[in-house]
């Protein structure tokens, strides 16, 4: 058999290199957090309370410490970034990268215009990953100018541990911090957890979190969002900027989808009455056009419901518009799925109407 030559350019190192290392945990200041549950005092990254996962749900209960949309932003004059994850388990999918599953991907960030630009990721070894060894990698930069970070943690991993590396002897600062202090809650399927995106920046609530310049909570669990009594009542607590919902797929038919998104919506908005409430039907419409069109009116009924109540905060986005174009049948990797196309055209069509929608709350044009 003819040896093979792999492509140094497809190797993944799996140790940090630098002998002038130096780690610090992300649970410390100066670090940032975002997206989790008190995750400074809690033993292992979660987005939910224990008591409320094993309550919803066996699957919310399994996915809540899954770390889809947690961030950690700091700054630093560090020629490289490093990191050492403990990763006690993760998600095996076969139609989903490592990378997405179990990667970081780190982005600098402008203090200036808010805007955050991919730098490169972090990416997991197969068969490399354990509690107490974890996985490490480096990230190096061009020079030793003072940047500001943005590191997006895996979208199907559960993390004990983050700790970042710069060279011995670096500033190490508080990182940028958002437009606003109140998150947007995304509350959703595998598609608001970020099933499929090729790495974790791309799914379409970090896409927007960074396009935006707003914080965001990302409650999706994969195939289990089925708005629970448990859930509904914790969400209703949370302080936030806006609320979406997006759990067409997990409902187990437009019966349930109508009269679970009306009491979701009745008992978020009397905690809430004044923030913008958005509910979004299924983007691959055309998989299944008639079961979409039946799950798309149940969703409608509900926000009509609102309206005809008097609510003019309440907003309705058709998925059957989100994926458009010349390649909108390349949107998914299943049918179902976006890819990091259909993130894309997904983050674009809610940036566009949350734009819109917070217009006189947070953006000034």
């Known amino acids: 058999m003819q040896e093979v030559h792999p492509d140094s350019n497809l190797r993944v190192d799996n140790a940090i290199s630098k002998s002038d290392c130096k780690l610090y945990d992300v649970r410390k200041p100066p670090f940032s957090l975002y997206g989790f549950y008190k995750p400074t005092t809690e033993p292992i990254f979660k987005r939910l309370p224990d008591d409320v996962a094993k309550a919803t749900n066996n699957g919310v209960a399994c996915l809540f410490r899954n770390t889809a949309g947690g961030r950690v932003r700091f700054s630093t004059d560090s020629p490289y970034i490093a990191i050492h994850a403990e990763i006690p388990d993760y998600s095996k999918i076969s139609h989903m990268s490592l990378l997405g599953i179990a990667g970081f991907d780190l ?158 919506y009745q008992t ?19 998989t299944s056009l008639t079961a979409s069109l039946a799950r798309r009116d149940a969703i409608l009924d509900v926000w009509r419901y609102a309206r005809e109540s008097g609510d003019k905060n309440i907003w309705l986005i058709d998925g059957a518009s989100i994926f458009r174009g010349r390649f909108c049948d390349s949107c998914t990797t299943d049918g179902i799925h976006p890819n990091d196309l259909g993130f894309a055209l997904f983050a674009e069509k809610l940036e566009d109407e949350l734009k819109h929608i917070l217009i006189h709350d947070v953006f000034d044009y």
């Open 107 to 264: 982005y600098i960030d402008d203090p200036k215009t808010g805007i955050s630009r991919f730098r490169k990721s972090f990416i997991p070894p197969y068969g490399g990953m354990n509690e107490k060894d974890g996985f490490e990698g480096v990230i190096d930069l061009p020079d030793s100018k003072m940047r500001s970070f943005t590191i997006h943690f895996p979208l199907y991993a559960d993390v004990k541990n983050l700790f970042i590396g710069i060279k011995e002897g670096s500033k190490l600062e508080a990182g940028c911090s958002y437009r606003e202090e109140l998150p947007i809650v995304f509350y959703g399927s595998s598609i608001t957890q970020g099933a499929c995106a090729s790495r974790p920046g791309n799914a379409y609530t970090n896409t927007l979190s960074r396009n935006l310049h707003l914080d965001h909570l990302n409650l999706g669990f994969s195939g289990n969002a089925l708005a629970e009594e448990t859930i509904v009542d914790y969400m209703a607590t949370l302080p936030m900027l806006a609320f979406v919902s997006d759990y067409d797929h997990n409902a187990d038919d437009p019966d349930y989808l109508r009269e679970s998104n009306k009491k979701m």
């Open 268 to 286: 978020i908005r009397a905690a809430h009455p004044e923030i913008p409430y958005i509910l979004i039907s299924r983007p691959d419409f055309e």
